[in-house]
């Protein structure tokens, strides 16, 4: 027997996705993973977002999950561009290595 899938099914995703993030973000040192895992901290708020706004029946949830998406877009870009420049610089992409702050 098939079940449906309940807003319960949508919230562990977005817990999931926000968990496996948040450890790419603080354990990583590598600039692209950690790009990738602010990538997934937005994707799961998309997913909350969706699941909420569907579960109340209003589409302003749904216009702010495109709002997000538009947002995570140009942030993947611009940090893409900001990553190359840096590697052209340094020569490296990992964070620790990256100390634009010292002389």
Known sequence: M??????IH???LSALLLVIGT???LLRRNIVVILMSIELILNAVNINLAAFSRM???IQGQ???LTVMAVAVAEAAVGLAVLI???R???TVIADDLDLLKW
Do not use: D, K, T, W
Request: hydrophobic share 60%; no cysteine.
């Open 2 to 7: 098939l079940h449906a899938i309940s807003p």
């Open 10 to 12: 949508y919230l562990v």
């Open 23 to 25: 450890v790419g973000v």
């Open 56 to 58: 109340h029946a209003q």
């Open 63 to 65: 216009i702010f999950v």
């Open 85 to 87: 420049a840096l590697f």
């Open 89 to 91: 610089n340094r020569g």
